[in-house]
């Protein structure tokens, strides 16, 4: 691997990112434990309750928990500059950020006013910190990485995302204050192609080369994808809020650009597996796996989308917006998540323990290997019990009954055992240290 371009000096100690990274599987235990206390009815629409608490358990507990401690790690590895205080705020963000999570999905799927309303100023509170933080440490970066742009860019959509998200929460806290239904849409595309998407983009331009031994993305996918994309965002939005307000038919032109956002994110999961198929090295690599499935899904939603928009009444009867929702979610962006964490988490306890012996000037033998560190079998293992649930769960959303059960028990294992890899890698460092 290549590490010539990365600042590892500037690296924060391992505690910064570590705690979100070894917390966030757990929401996905909780997760499968909803649907099992659910149970099939759960599913039976994207505006139940009991849904919407467990997709804010994977996309807020699973998703975003690993993205914070992930732009912890990489903003000074791959742009050079430090988080302001970084252990101090990561640690504030991700205790509060744990608290707003439980009492969001708690509220939403219970319909508990009480925990929506301790929800709200925790969640605002703790995303406005984190965004504060890293954006104060954007600034200050000087090169032009196309990594770092495009971080600039999911930050903006996470902040829209969250103040739609928040003005949501509270049409649910207080049906009064004007809860709409027709904001929805714009929370999820800024949360989920805005905040998901482009980060996601932005550590695959880096990550991927790296890590998979790949040549590099074309440069003119590089320069211009990202920013295309929330150009894209932002003129869905304006369009959206025109047709609402002012009632202007412009069901149209939103068309348009909702095609131009799917050809988009095909060329990026095209080229993506064009790239790994032509890679240099051939060993199996569960990574690998993870980032198969998760360009696949990607595809598979846009066909989903295009079969969606020509035939909305076949759309209706076999549920495809849940599942899409589905592929988005479980299959892309948790698969991509989970295949780099069986990278960065490795990574991070080979640098720290290299860098601590130095420090000692101890010699550096005896420390594990990245792939000793997680062994190449349980993560194999671990996958395919994830792959299994994800597709059990896509089947379960058209046959339910005993299929929601079975995918909630595959995510309580799939999520556990991922938990229990990534402790498992962390207890090295553990290890070495107190015996340094």
Not at 228 to 253: D, I, K
Not at 294 to 313: D, F, K, R, Y
Not at 375 to 383: H, I, L
Not at 387 to 405: F, R, S, T
Request: aromatic share 12%; net charge positive.
């Amino acid at each position: 691997m290549n590490y010539t371009q990365l600042s590892l000096d500037q690296a924060p100690p391992i505690e910064v990112p570590i705690r979100f990274l070894l917390t966030a599987p757990w929401f996905g235990v909780a997760a499968g434990l909803l649907l099992l206390l659910f149970g099939p009815g759960s599913i039976e629409s994207r505006w139940n309750p009991e849904l919407l608490g467990i997709t804010h358990l994977f996309t807020l507990g699973v998703i975003s928990m690993i993205m914070c401690g992930a732009l912890f790690q990489l903003l000074p590895v791959l742009a050079g500059v430090t988080v302001p205080q970084a252990d101090t705020v990561s640690r504030w963000v991700h205790g509060i950020l744990v608290a707003g999570i439980l009492c969001l999905a708690t509220g939403l799927a219970w319909q508990s006013k009480f925990t929506l309303i301790l929800a709200i100023p925790l969640l605002g509170l703790t995303f406005l910190v984190f965004m504060v933080a890293i954006g104060l440490a954007l600034i200050r970066v000087k090169q032009r990485h196309p990594s770092v742009k495009a971080m600039r860019y999911a930050i903006v959509a996470l902040f829209i995302a969250v103040t739609v998200g928040l003005m949501l929460a509270m049409g649910h806290a207080w049906p009064g204050q004007g809860f709409s239904r027709a904001m929805t849409p714009m929370h999820v595309l800024w949360g989920l192609l805005g905040w998901v998407g482009l980060l996601v983009m932005s550590v695959a331009y880096q990550v991927v080369p790296m890590f998979q031994m790949t040549a590099d993305y074309p440069s003119l996918m590089t320069r211009w994808l990202v920013p295309g994309l929330l150009s894209l965002l932002l003129g869905w939005t304006l369009v959206m809020l025109l047709e609402q307000v002012f009632a202007m038919p412009l069901a149209g032109l939103a068309r348009v650009i909702e095609v131009v956002i799917t050809v988009a994110l095909s060329w990026f999961s095209l080229t993506t597996l064009w790239l790994q198929h032509h890679r240099r090295r051939r060993l199996p690599d569960v990574t690998l796996a993870y980032w198969r499935l998760g360009m696949i899904s990607l595809l598979l939603c846009t066909l989903l989308w295009l079969v969606m928009q020509l035939q909305p009444a076949l759309a209706t009867g076999f549920k495809l917006d849940l599942l899409l929702g589905a592929f988005f979610v479980l299959g892309f962006s948790t698969s991509v998540i989970s295949g780099m964490l069986y990278k960065i988490v490795p990574f991070l306890v080979w640098l720290h323990l290299h860098r601590s012996l130095q420090i000692r000037g101890s010699a550096l033998g005896g420390i594990p290997n990245m792939k000793q560190i997680i062994p190449e079998r349980q993560a194999r293992m671990q996958y395919r019990v994830q792959l299994i649930a994800v597709l059990i769960m896509c089947l379960a959303l058209e046959w339910p009954g005993w299929l929601v059960y079975a995918a909630g028990i595959l995510f309580i294992l799939a999520w556990g055992m991922l938990g229990r890899n990534l402790w498992q890698g962390y207890s090295i460092y553990r290890r070495f240290k107190l015996s340094a």
